[in-house]
């Protein structure tokens, strides 16, 4: 007697191999083919806005005035306490579109796409694993942002891009190995296989999404030892550092040992005692921050 098809077992997820999967990955990018499943058509949107080079800022505020959660993720980004020192409220889009410039909306866009898809049902599955990439995301771009303020090191707007955008190569891998019906495996060779892989996977997205050179080069050599030969600049170093800094938020005593380990902390001239007093006076602020990128 045949089995209903609902008394079935299912059968399980079969096992991609990483370095296959991202050769793969690499390719469709490298052809232009970006596969994210249920992007917002808002960000293709401004997206096109932006690569106008005639386009004015009110020419781009009216393309995101068309989403109103997106026109008020960018209004409480350009108010926030950094990026809007003076406190004087900016209530056109206009000029918030001139406050952040030309990457940071185009990041923003991007971002709040990105949280919109991963609310879509065809990744539901996937919701807590691309929660946790976000959430440490805006992190990291908050305290990129403090870095490249403190240090004068790198442009803080195109800090906080890169810290945004950083971990778009993890968030691609996973979502991509869910379409594909199977799981990456989770022993130490595919999770180091995949910690190497994901920036260059990122590099390429922001590449095809026109972010600035220094942003993609930044993402690309994050999880560079010693500075790439060509291509990397301050931006890597303040990015490599945030990345280290993350779980020093919240545990502090590892302070001394990630500042020792992490050479991009000596580029930049900072020791344990000036880590701790940046993440002492700056606590507040950083909080201020990612709360509004998490919107």
């Given at each position: 007697m045949a089995i209903?098809?609902?008394?079935?077992?299912?059968?399980?997820?079969?096992?991609?191999?990483?370095?296959?999967?991202?050769?793969?990955?690499?390719?469709?990018?490298a052809s232009g083919d970006v596969r994210l499943p249920s992007f917002p058509d808002i960000a293709q949107r401004v997206q096109r806005a932006?690569?106008?080079?005639?386009?004015?800022?009110?020419?781009?505020?009216?393309?995101?005035?068309?989403?109103?959660a997106l026109a008020v993720r960018i209004l409480r980004l350009a108010n926030?306490?950094?990026?809007?020192?003076?406190?004087?409220?900016?209530?056109?889009?206009?000029q918030a579109v001139h406050r952040l410039g030309h990457q940071l909306v185009r990041c923003t866009a991007m971002?709040?796409?990105?949280?919109?898809?991963?609310?879509?049902a065809s990744?539901?599955?996937?919701?807590?694993?691309?929660?946790?990439?976000?959430?440490?995301?805006?992190?990291?771009?908050s305290i990129a942002y403090v870095l490249a303020r403190e240090t004068r090191a790198a442009n803080p707007d195109e800090a906080l891009v890169a810290g945004l955008m950083h971990n778009i190569g993890s968030l691609y891998i996973t979502v991509r190995a869910h379409q594909h019906g199977a799981t990456l495996g989770a022993d130490d060779a595919a999770?180091?296989?995949?910690?190497?892989?994901?920036?260059?996977?990122?590099?390429?997205?922001?590449?095809q999404?026109?972010?600035?050179?220094?942003?993609?080069?930044?993402?690309?050599?994050?999880?560079?030892?010693?500075?790439?030969?060509?291509?990397?600049?301050?931006?890597?170093?303040?990015?490599?550092?945030?990345?280290?800094?993350?779980?020093?938020?919240?545990y502090r005593g590892l302070l001394d040992e990630t500042v020792t380990a992490v050479t991009a902390f000596q580029r930049l001239a900072l020791d344990t005692a000036d880590c701790k007093r940046l993440l002492g006076t700056t606590a507040g602020q950083i909080k201020s921050l990612h709360s509004a990128l998490v919107g």
């Open positions: 209903p098809a609902s008394q079935k077992q299912k059968e399980p997820p079969s096992a991609l191999a990483p370095s296959e999967f991202l050769k793969e990955l690499s390719a469709e990018l932006l690569e106008d080079p005639r386009a004015t800022p009110a020419q781009v505020a009216r393309v995101i005035g068309i989403d109103a926030s306490a950094f990026l809007n020192p003076s406190g004087k409220p900016i209530t056109e889009l206009q971002s709040f796409a990105l949280q919109q898809m991963n609310a879509g990744v539901a599955a996937l919701r807590p694993q691309l929660h946790e990439l976000w959430r440490k995301g805006t992190l990291v771009a999770t180091r296989v995949l910690d190497k892989g994901h920036p260059r996977i990122a590099g390429a997205i922001l590449g999404w026109k972010f600035a050179p220094s942003i993609v080069s930044a993402v690309s050599n994050q999880n560079a030892s010693t500075p790439p030969v060509t291509g990397a600049g301050p931006l890597t170093d303040v990015l490599i550092a945030a990345i280290s800094l993350v779980p020093c938020v919240f």
